[in-house]
């Protein structure tokens, strides 16, 4: 098995730009988790679909936040227009019905 | 809500010795999943440890324990004979009933040679 694979594993863009991060998770995984790390506030669970529906979102930060999971093996985080201050790492992650995630590469996203 | 407190944000240890990292967590349930999981330079997360509150019994992976007080709501992780690789970010983790995950703020592990 591939793991999680993450898309792009580096993204650099100018403030005001749309980004799109991807991710394809585990086959057979019902969890999909998104996460953003930062220095300053740690691994933030965003949002996390449960079978393709969202669950929680309540860890978005904003509108310009938005998150899809159209089906089983891909997913996409969107963020526009993009902010400096969305700098960060941000990870994928699949689990089966209970027990650990397993975690993507994770996107090192810049914005200037 | 469920909070997951690592109050140790930097530790070393000597190589081929022992080192605890310490960690305490908040919930009203009774049955839950903890993890450690550890992140190296690499930023690759990897899950080292897991265990289910119901089982009384410590949960081991080689040279990884944990000490599980569920009464105290405390969840250590014990690593032993630590070697250079294991210098990385560890993270506590606790898994709500429905699923949510919730992580600690983390230890950053240093190993002297």
């Known amino acids: 098995d591939a793991g999680v694979i993450q898309s792009p594993r580096h993204e650099v863009t100018e403030m005001g730009q749309e980004v799109t991060l991807r991710c394809k998770p585990i086959?057979?995984?019902?969890?999909l988790f998104w996460y953003r790390q930062t220095m300053m506030r740690g691994l933030e669970l965003l949002i996390y679909?449960?079978?393709?529906?969202?669950?929680?979102d309540s860890g978005m930060p904003e509108d310009r936040f938005s998150a899809k999971m159209p089906n089983a093996s891909f997913s996409t985080l969107k963020i526009q227009p993009s902010e400096p201050r969305d700098s960060a790492v941000y990870f994928c992650?699949?689990?089966?019905?209970?027990?650990?995630?397993?975690f993507g590469p994770g996107t090192r996203l810049t914005v200037t | 809500a469920q909070t997951v407190t690592q109050s140790q944000p930097e530790m070393s240890v000597q190589e081929a010795e022992t080192v605890t990292l310490s960690c305490t967590y908040d919930?009203?349930?009774?049955?839950?999943?903890l993890f450690w999981y550890k992140q190296p330079p690499s930023r690759q997360m990897i899950l080292v440890i897991r265990?289910?509150?119901?089982?009384?019994q410590n949960a081991t992976e080689n040279r990884f324990s944990v000490n599980f007080q569920k009464a105290a709501k405390s969840f250590s992780l014990k690593i032993s004979d630590s070697q250079l690789g294991d210098a990385a970010m560890y993270f506590c983790?606790?898994?709500?009933?429905?699923?949510?995950?919730?992580f600690g703020p983390g230890t950053s592990l240093s190993v002297i040679p």
């Open positions: 983790a606790y898994k709500t009933s429905y699923d949510k995950v919730i």
């Open positions: 086959s057979g995984h019902d969890y």
């Open positions: 992650a699949s689990s089966p019905r209970t027990y650990e995630q397993y």
């Open positions: 265990q289910e509150a119901y089982k009384q």
């Open positions: 919930t009203s349930e009774s049955d839950y999943y």
């Open positions: 679909f449960n079978n393709n529906v969202p669950i929680d």
